[in-house]
């Protein structure tokens, strides 16, 4: 298996008592830039704790941003230090101490490509869901199911278009935007027969499965591969999830295949 591991990128944590300053520099994307700007900080003593080197609405320029431990730092002295940098067009330094905690002051909306995304902590969006079975009962997981279906079915195409690719390769490159989603830490397409429109596909540690429950739990996500088949093979799938995780398996494993028979909505 190819390398990962967990991104973790802290906006939000306890400060311990810490002063926290965030800086962000918007800079000429060029060779050294960052290790130039990085040095006159080490000089000056400051401890980068970490950041994230991102894009900016322009191809030339970029932004570093990241959190100091900010104790005895003089934010003029720092700001006339970095902007001292050549390349270095914007420099923005901030307290980002509130009460206890340390939060993340410089950033709004987050992208993914051209896309702004909502992160929603897992557990949150589980007891959702939990709620709707509770609730609702097996009207709620089809309704959660269909949730994922109809994000699956549309899905399909803008990702045809966009990777280029078909078939098993397609499918396995979906599987990597959802994992880039935190949806699941990684998935395998095991079987795919699109002449007989069957699919087998696992994923390892989805949202969905983080807690317990003696019976498999991922509507959502079932949905999701459900609806994406559903378009690959050009005829309505219905989805099973053979394995999860919250009842102890290794993985969750769907197979997806064609629907015996339909009704028709006359
Ligand atoms: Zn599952």
């Not at 609405?57 to 431990?69: E, H, N, Q």
């Amino acid at each position: 298996m190819e390398h990962r591991h967990n991104l973790f990128f802290p906006r939000l944590f306890e400060s311990g008592g810490k002063r926290i300053l965030e800086i962000s520099i918007l800079a000429e994307n060029t060779p050294g830039r960052i290790a130039e700007v990085s040095s006159a900080l080490a000089d000056k003593g400051v401890n980068i704790l970490w950041g994230v080197h991102h894009a900016s609405d322009r191809p030339d320029v970029a932004w570093w941003c990241f959190f100091i431990d900010g104790e005895g730092v003089d934010e003029g002295e720092l700001r006339d230090l970095i902007s001292g940098v050549r390349g270095v067009r914007e420099v923005h330094i901030s307290e980002a101490n509130l009460g206890d905690m340390v939060v993340d002051v410089h950033h709004g909306i987050q992208l993914l490509g051209p896309d702004a995304v909502v992160e929603m902590r897992a557990g949150w969006l589980r007891n959702v869901f939990r709620e709707a079975y509770k609730r609702w009962g097996d009207d709620g997981k089809r309704m959660v199911e269909f949730l994922g279906l109809y994000g699956g079915r549309k899905s399909y195409p803008e990702w045809r278009r966009r990777f280029g690719l078909e078939g098993k390769a397609l499918a396995e490159a979906a599987l990597n935007v959802i994992v880039v989603l935190g949806w699941i830490e990684r998935g395998e397409v095991v079987e795919l027969d699109v002449k007989k429109s069957v699919a087998r596909v696992r994923l390892w540690n989805t949202f969905e499965s983080g807690e317990p429950s003696p019976e498999p739990v991922c509507h959502f996500l079932k949905g999701v591969l459900t609806g994406f088949f559903s378009e690959m093979f050009g005829t309505p799938c219905f989805g099973r999830e053979v394995a999860c995780r919250a009842k102890g398996d290794e993985y969750c494993e769907f197979i997806i295949t064609k629907k015996p028979f339909t009704f028709s909505r006359g």
